[in-house]
T-cell receptor
C-alpha cells in the first residue's frame, strides 16, 4: 500500500530565510504522481505542483522549488527567501497508477510552516 | 471560473443526529472526490465519483455514510446517525477525467468542519 511521510510536524523560520519541507513516499507502482498542496488559514487546499514518476527534473517556480529523487523516494519542497504569506500547512500527496476513474490521493500528515516577521 | 464550493462551512450537531454536506464541483469536472481530515491526522480518501457513478468507495468508514451524485453535478454526503468520531473536516475535490493520459490535479473546496458533540 502507498504511504506518504512528512516527518516535520511544525517548522518556524524567520522571514527571508530559506526552508525545506521534506516528503518521503512509499509505493510499489512504477507509474505514479506526486503533488504538493498548500492550506492557508482560510482552509482550502491550493494546488502547487504535480510531478510524474518518469520526470526527475527539479522544478522551480519563483521562490518555490521541488527536488524529486526516486533513489531516496523523496519529493522535497524548498521556499527561498520566505515571506509571511508562506505561512500555511503544506501537504505532500501521492496518486498511484493513474487509471481511468481511479486517481485518489494519499496524503501525508502535513507540515505547519510559520514564517516569523 | 468558480472553484469547488462546499456547504455548510461549519456544522455542529449532537450525536445521533443527521447531517448532509454538499459539494459543487467545478463545471465540467466529471471526477468528484470526498476526503476527510480528522484532527491532527492525514487527509484520507473517502470515495470517488465519475459523473453519477461511484468508482471507488473503499474509504467510506461504515454504512452510516451515504454519498450521492444525482445527475453527475453536485454531490451530497450524509452521515446518519452521527457519532463523535465523525468529527473532522470534510473536503471535496474535483478534476477532469484523464483517459490514458496524465493525472489531472484535483481542485479542492474549503471544506466543511463537522463537530459532533
Amino acid at each position: 500500500a502507498q504511504k506518504v511521510t512528512q516527518a516535520q510536524t511544525e517548522i518556524s523560520v524567520v522571514e527571508k530565510e530559506d526552508v525545506t519541507l521534506d516528503c518521503v513516499y512509499e509505493t510499489r507502482d512504477t507509474t505514479y504522481y506526486l503533488f504538493w498542496y498548500k492550506q492557508p488559514p482560510s482552509g482550502e487546499l491550493v494546488f502547487l505542483i504535480r510531478r510524474n514518476s518518469f520526470d526527475e527534473q527539479n522544478e522551480i517556480s519563483g521562490r518555490y522549488s521541488w527536488n524529486f529523487q526516486k533513489s531516496t523516494s523523496s519529493f522535497n519542497f524548498t521556499i527561498t527567501a520566505s515571506q509571511v504569506v508562506d505561512s500555511a500547512v503544506y501537504f505532500c500527496a501521492l496518486s498511484e497508477s493513474p487509471n481511468f476513474g481511479n486517481e485518489k490521493l494519499t496524503f501525508g500528515t502535513g507540515t505547519r510552516l510559520t514564517i516569523i516577521p | 471560473e468558480a472553484g469547488v464550493t462546499q456547504f455548510p462551512s461549519h456544522s455542529v450537531i449532537e450525536k445521533g443526529q443527521t447531517v448532509t454536506l454538499r459539494c459543487d464541483p467545478i463545471s465540467g469536472h466529471d471526477n468528484l472526490y470526498w476526503y476527510r481530515r480528522v484532527m491532527g491526522k492525514e487527509i484520507k480518501f473517502l470515495l470517488h465519483f465519475v459523473k453519477e457513478s461511484k468508482q471507488d468507495e473503499s474509504g467510506m468508514p461504515n454504512n452510516r455514510f451515504l454519498a450521492e451524485r444525482t445527475g453527475g453535478t453536485y454531490s451530497t454526503l450524509k452521515v446518519q446517525p452521527a457519532e463523535l468520531e465523525d468529527s473532522g473536516v470534510y473536503f471535496c475535490a474535483s478534476s477532469q477525467v484523464s483517459v490514458g493520459g496524465p493525472t489531472y490535479e484535483q481542485y479542492f473546496g474549503p471544506g466543511t468542519r463537522l463537530t459532533v458533540t
